[in-house]
């Protein structure tokens, strides 16, 4: 089947993988694969913006991979690499910080949040965010982009600068990149309140054992009204069912559905269940990446074999790009 374009993603190197960002984004990446030709890519160079150490810099990055390789990210299908072994994108992002409005970027809602976050580190970089993020994209010229919603204006604010750049050099050097908004759902921590997330340490990382996912799992938590066993629940608020709805069969989530609200399950076994399904549906993976695991040697060939290919698109890019701007050959 002919594909219908190519697609560009990129994730932060967060180290080892919960679950949030299974459902979130490693699952959307493996079935796009079928669809696109697609560029998959570790953004270390953007980690720097936020970064106050870069110590577990490296870690971080390679333990990404064995995670996406085992979910079924195909490396022959895909390119899977890092991003600094691209230096081309650095360039690029040179090039188009000359189109860039700096009045725009510093209205976006993302750098503000930033600001807010970071107050004492506001560097040119944090600024430039969304530039390099262009330069990721139309470096590869990637048709499409697999983002959330609060992503679009970054998207938006790439399109613009392809335009920009096209116009000021009079090329058609670069592509406009279209978004494909996924509709994930949000997932939420252990907490029940906030999104999945390794700083908020209430996320379920992929790589545990069994028995380690059972005791995470067994501190999620539930209905807050639910205080006794023989009181009533309601899954409607609680994150367990939500989380049900994922791993385990309609008959198990319409069981619970039921039960939960007449007092005829209690959270414990309430609990067990989802971890035994979770174990189970987590099983295949746990081999695949254990067999990558022992073998970091042949991890790192498929991240520059990655970048190999990634530079040879890469490079093409710059020749058009280089020759659109004027720079001397
Ligand atoms: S029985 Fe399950 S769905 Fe109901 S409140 Fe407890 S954990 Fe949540």
Wanted: aromatic share 6%.
């Amino acid at each position: 089947m002919s594909k219908k374009g190519r697609v560009f993603s990129g994730a932060r190197p967060t180290g080892r993988q919960h679950l949030g960002n299974y459902l979130g984004a490693i699952r959307n990446y493996v079935t796009m694969q079928s669809q696109y030709d697609c560029v998959y890519c570790v953004v270390d160079l953007h980690a720097l913006t936020t970064m106050e150490t870069t110590r577990d810099l490296k870690q971080n990055t390679f333990e990404m991979a064995p995670d996406w390789l085992a979910a079924g990210i195909d490396p022959k299908e895909s390119i899977v690499f890092v991003q600094s072994h691209v230096p081309q994108v650095t360039e690029l992002y040179t090039i188009l910080s000359m189109v860039s409005s700096l009045g725009k970027l510093t209205d976006l809602p993302t750098f503000k949040d930033k600001v807010r976050l970071q107050p004492n580190n506001v560097n040119l970089g944090l600024v430039g965010y969304p530039v390099l993020m262009t330069a990721d994209i139309v470096l590869y010229k990637a048709n499409f982009v697999p983002v959330g919603i609060d992503q679009a204006p970054h998207i938006e604010y790439a399109r613009e600068t392809v335009r920009s750049f096209n116009y000021r050099y009079n090329s058609t050097a670069l592509i406009e990149p279209e978004m494909v908004v996924t509709t994930v759902p949000k997932v939420l921590g252990t907490d029940g309140q906030r999104k999945m997330g390794k700083s908020e340490n209430n996320h379920i990382e992929l790589a545990l054992t069994p028995e380690e996912t059972q005791k995470v799992v067994m501190t999620m938590v539930t209905d807050p009204q639910r205080l006794r066993r023989a009181d009533p629940g309601n899954p409607d608020v609680c994150n367990v069912f939500s989380m049900h709805k994922t791993f385990s069969s309609p008959e198990e989530v319409e069981m619970i559905n039921t039960e939960c609200r007449r007092a005829g399950i209690g959270c414990v076994d309430c609990k067990k269940i989802y971890a035994k399904n979770l174990n189970a549906n987590l099983a295949p993976f746990r081999e695949r990446r254990a067999a990558f695991e022992s073998n970091p040697g042949a991890i790192w060939d498929i991240l520059h074999d990655g970048a190999r290919r990634a530079r040879e698109i890469a490079e093409a890019t710059m020749v058009e790009v280089r020759a659109a701007v004027g720079l001397p050959e």
